[in-house]
């Protein structure tokens, strides 16, 4: 376990309580609703000099920096894609609205996808999302909408319209003893909010292509990775074009038609460069997935040398390794499962464990103590609307791991998460040596993607994998002599 989604690691990065209720409600996917709602307006509020300024969660003050990048799993070393990144970044500043805002750039080794700017001009991108891309124009459509966001004062804007509402909400229930218009004020705020950051990024994305253009870049980039990130999203089993209902993103759908349309205003496919010769051979031998050290997916199996654990899934999981909590589902997404350290406190049972990280009620003859390859554990149900849950604490040294698995509606998982359960047991560091996987630039020796994608090091779908990661669709036809992207050991 290891960030939009990292790994968990041995410092004890743990997801328990509230926290992990609400990964696993993600994990479900049980919050898409409807986004319409009325257009919400910059608030006039001037912010104190010394307020903490924001974009999305972070803080943009300069001594945040170390702390955020840490939070990444530190900065990416990968000299020849932090040089890419930062001509990028030089060439767009020249064609953007504001050509004397300052930037850096920072490559965080994370496999997740995922860029933000703060406001003072720190750009930050994963080295998962340069894997997705496939050539510098896309790279570039990523960070001229992050600079975007800059140049519109975005952030500003988002924290003035948070301290009107919450200072709105307030006034209501305190001074004027209206506790419940204050909560509703407080409700509606919050749907505000959402919509003026969709809104923002919308914005963000036409400033985007029009500077993506200018800079001489391809600005049809925009709309293919919006769709690779999409067709990456899912073979995760999720989806991004249903975003939750307070998402800060617009859908993806919705956000590739509008970008499409705005590149087709600037000229017809074809227009700009792509720099994809360029683009390969930075990437080539950059690493891939999960860093070793942090714990890593090896087919269905999870290890973390670290911890000094390990376990296996059943077959037709699919696990993700995330900055909290190892996840996985099958892929009709019937099943999802979840695995987290968890914090316990001196004398506490496990039942106790469970019941303390849970807030939904449990069946009471779900309850079950056992060993669990000679490691106490407590066993529970728990029964929801639309799933049925399995949980499982189990103490290994001064560690206790939690385990989660659910189905969907009244199937109970039992089966499959006693096998699960079962295969969780601890391992020699010094006998698990992971390597890391990479990526490497190959050529094409005929037309068939398959060639290629047998040769992936991944747990599952490798032609589907293969042809997200190059930005094919399925029949492509590959061309010989032509350089692709495939992961390696």
């Known amino acids: 376990m290891g960030g939009i989604t990292g790994q968990f690691r041995s ?9 992990a209720l609400c990964a696993l409600a993600g994990l479900l996917g049980a919050c898409v609703a409807d986004q319409t709602g009325a257009t919400v307006q910059p608030a006039v509020v001037r912010v104190p000099a010394e307020a903490p300024r924001t974009t999305g969660r972070e803080r943009a003050a300069d001594s945040d920096h170390l702390k955020l990048v840490a939070s990444f799993g530190g900065e990416a070393r ?53 894997a997705l891309a496939s050539d510098t124009s896309e790279v570039a459509a990523v960070l001229a909408h992050e600079m975007a966001h800059v140049t519109l004062n975005h952030a500003t804007a988002r924290s003035e319209l948070e301290l009107r509402s919450a200072l709105v909400s307030r006034v209501v229930a305190d001074v004027l003893n209206d506790p419940d218009t204050g909560a509703q004020l407080q409700s509606q705020s919050r749907f505000a909010l959402a919509r003026f950051s969709r809104e923002q990024e919308l914005e963000a994305d036409a400033t985007g292509v029009r500077t993506l253009a200018k800079a001489g870049f391809d600005p049809f980039a925009a709309g293919r990775f919006l769709a690779a990130l999409n067709r990456s999203t899912g073979l995760k089993g999720g989806s991004a074009a249903a975003p939750d209902m307070l998402a800060t993103h617009p859908g993806t759908a919705e956000r590739i038609t509008l970008v499409t349309r705005a590149a087709r205003r600037i000229g017809a496919p074809g227009i700009g460069t792509d720099d994809r010769a360029s683009y390969l051979a930075a990437v080539d031998g950059l690493a891939y997935g999960d860093n070793p050290r942090d714990g890593a997916v090896r087919g269905h199996r999870f290890i973390h040398p670290g911890l000094g654990i390990a376990f296996e899934v059943p077959e037709g999981f699919a696990l993700e390794n995330t900055r909290s909590a190892v996840l996985g589902t099958t892929q009709d997404g019937s099943r ?10 001196e004398g506490q049972t496990l039942d106790a464990v469970l019941k303390a990280s849970w807030n939904d009620a449990f069946d009471p003859a779900g309850f079950e103590s056992r060993e669990v390859a000679g490691h106490p554990a407590a066993f529970a149900l728990s029964r929801g609307k639309d799933w049925t849950f399995r949980l499982a604490a189990i103490r290994i040294g001064d560690s206790t791991y939690r385990m989660i698995m659910a189905g969907k509606g009244a199937a ?77 050991e």
């Not at 410092?11 to 926290?19: D, F, N, P, S």
């Not at 040089?83 to 004397?100: C, F, G, I, N």
């Not at 560091?429 to 630039?441: C, G, H, I, T």
């Not at 190059?470 to 002599?481: H, M, S």
């Open 11 to 19: 410092t004890g990065r743990r997801l328990g309580g509230v926290a």
């Open 412 to 488: 109970d998982p039992d089966a499959a998460f006693r096998h699960w359960t079962a295969t969780l047991a601890p391992v020699s560091p010094d006998a698990v040596v992971l390597r890391p996987l990479r990526l490497q630039v190959v050529q094409a020796t005929s037309p068939g993607a398959e060639d290629l994608a047998r040769r992936m090091a991944v747990p599952d779908r490798a032609l589907d994998r293969f042809l997200v990661l190059n930005g094919l669709e399925r029949g492509a036809q590959l061309v010989p002599g032509r350089s692709y992207k495939i992961v390696a």
């Open 78 to 130: 990968a000299p020849g894609v932090t040089r890419m990144l930062t001509e990028v970044t030089d060439r767009l500043v020249k064609a953007s609205d504001r050509p004397d805002q300052a930037y850096a750039v920072t490559l965080l080794d994370s496999p997740v996808v995922n860029a933000f700017a703060l406001p003072n001009g720190r750009l930050y991108v994963t080295r998962g999302l340069v």
């Open 336 to 345: 999802r499962l979840l695995f987290d350290q968890i914090d316990a406190k």
